[in-house]
């Protein structure tokens, strides 16, 4: 009897993390699903993350991480309320070293529960804007994470070569609920259509070629 693979998906409620937990899936892993609660305005992000988990049956883990807030207020847009959200790419959208903190935190849960493989959602789109979603960031970190914990864990993301819109077409494949995924830097009901993470979902939908579910307000 072949054993089954434990995986943990750093799960944010996006399509991107959405479509790795799928992918995860389709290669027979056992998944496992860990969300952060880092104090940002969209909290809708996380009860979509668990939503989607239950879809998936898989076990999941919400860590509140909200004190991070005194680190980031009056850093990111994404966190401080008296910062608004800006409707392209500003050095104000960026949580510094985000995934950072997260595939930390990730690889002592990963530890704990005998998981060897973390994924999270990056994509080639992403790899211009930050740093710590490009290939060379996570190779290094799965290099600290095996010399810290003495454990063969391997951390990737399986979108790292394809864009954002490649994503969509993947997760279209996958059967992905697409239009249950959150990507707005703001708290709903609806996706606000206009600030830059809404438009990039806009324009990765269209590039794609795929009909985009998502009901937004402008």
Not at 60 to 83: A, H, P
Request: a negative charge; hydrophobic letters at 40%; proline letters at 5%.
């Amino acid at each position: 009897m072949v054993a089954v693979r434990r995986c943990l998906v750093v799960l944010s409620g996006g399509p991107d993390s959405v479509t790795a937990a799928y992918w995860a899936k389709e290669q027979g892993f056992d998944i496992h699903a860990i969300t952060f609660n880092y104090g940002q305005k969209a909290q809708v992000e996380i009860e979509r993350a668990s939503e989607i988990a239950k879809r998936l049956g898989a076990e999941f883990k919400l860590v509140d991480l909200r004190n991070l807030n005194e680190v980031y207020r009056g850093v990111t847009s994404l966190v401080d309320e008296g910062m608004p959200v800006t409707d392209e790419f500003t050095d104000e959208i960026i949580v510094p070293f985000r995934n950072g903190v997260f595939l930390s935190v990730a690889v002592a849960y990963a530890a704990g529960i005998g998981a060897d493989t973390i994924l999270y959602g990056a994509h080639a789109s992403d790899e211009p804007f930050y740093p710590d979603c490009r290939r060379e960031f996570y190779q290094a970190f799965q290099e600290a994470a095996r010399l810290g914990t003495g454990l063969p864990i391997s951390i990737s993301s399986p979108f790292s070569d394809i864009p954002k819109s490649g994503v969509i077409r993947e997760a279209v494949r996958l059967g992905v609920p697409l239009d249950e995924t959150w990507s707005c830097y703001l708290n709903g009901p609806r996706h606000c259509g206009v600030c830059e993470s809404c438009r990039n979902r806009k324009r990765a939908f269209r590039e794609a070629g795929v009909r985009d579910p998502t009901e937004y307000a402008a």
